[in-house]
T-cell receptor
């Protein structure tokens, strides 16, 4: 297993366009997370899946953001009608996890850097 | 309201000495704490964790201490090496919850 893969590594888009990012987690991990990071700040939680079920979505996330994890494998994060404030590093991570367990350490991908011009 | 705070944006230490990185939290529901290290152009890498039933956890050169009454944890690196130079993030979570809440990081520079 080569770890968590994210594609693309960089994306430049014009304001108002839609973008989609892909994440391939570690195959044995049942949980998948999306975080966003801007310069000088820590990763900010967006959403997470356990298998194919989306269990939590940040209240800070607007309706322009949507994520899927069909069949509990890879995941996609789509941003519709991008705005300049969406420019950030989008990080995907995976881990084991379940009811009654402590949070496991995440394995992060290298991220997708989005620039909205 | 930032629930996990790392009040020192940067720290510089000499090779071989101890590095101490600090983290404070406000949410008393957190019962699990983690430290990550991040190099430029890479995602964070999990380092070490501690549950609230313990006050210390050790892994090689890395030790995390938890003071629940003060809502404070710290990461000790002994001895510090130049390869430890990176951004260190503190994170907190709780049982049955998937997400972790991260601090804004401390940049550690270890000078040869």
């Amino acid at each position: 297993d080569t770890g968590v893969s994210q594609d693309p590594r960089h994306k430049i888009t014009k304001r108002g366009q839609n973008v989609t990012f892909r994440c391939d987690p570690i195959s044995e991990h049942n949980r998948l997370y999306w975080y966003r990071q801007t310069l000088g700040q820590g990763p900010e939680f967006l959403t997470y899946f356990q298998n194919e079920a989306q269990l939590e979505k940040s209240r800070l996330l607007s309706d322009r953001f949507s994520a899927e994890r069909p069949k509990g494998s890879f995941s996609t994060l789509e941003i519709q009608r991008t705005e300049q404030g969406d420019s950030a590093m989008y990080l995907c991570a995976s881990s084991l996890g379940g009811v009654g367990t402590y949070p496991y350490g995440y394995t992060f991908g290298s991220g997708t850097r989005l620039t909205v011009v | 309201d930032q629930q996990v705070k790392q009040n020192s944006p940067s720290l510089s230490v000499q090779e071989g000495r101890i590095s101490i990185l600090n983290c404070d939290y406000t949410n008393s529901m957190f019962d699990y704490f983690l430290w990550y290290k991040k190099y430029p152009a890479e995602g964070p890498t999990f380092l070490i964790s501690i549950s609230s039933i313990k006050d210390k956890n050790e892994d090689g050169r890395f030790t995390v201490f938890l003071n629940k009454s003060a809502k404070h944890l710290s990461l000790h690196i002994v001895p510090s090496q130049p390869g430890d130079s990176a951004v260190y993030f503190c994170a907190a979570g709780y049982t049955n919850a998937g997400k972790s809440t991260f601090g804004d990081g401390t940049t550690l520079t270890v000078k040869p």
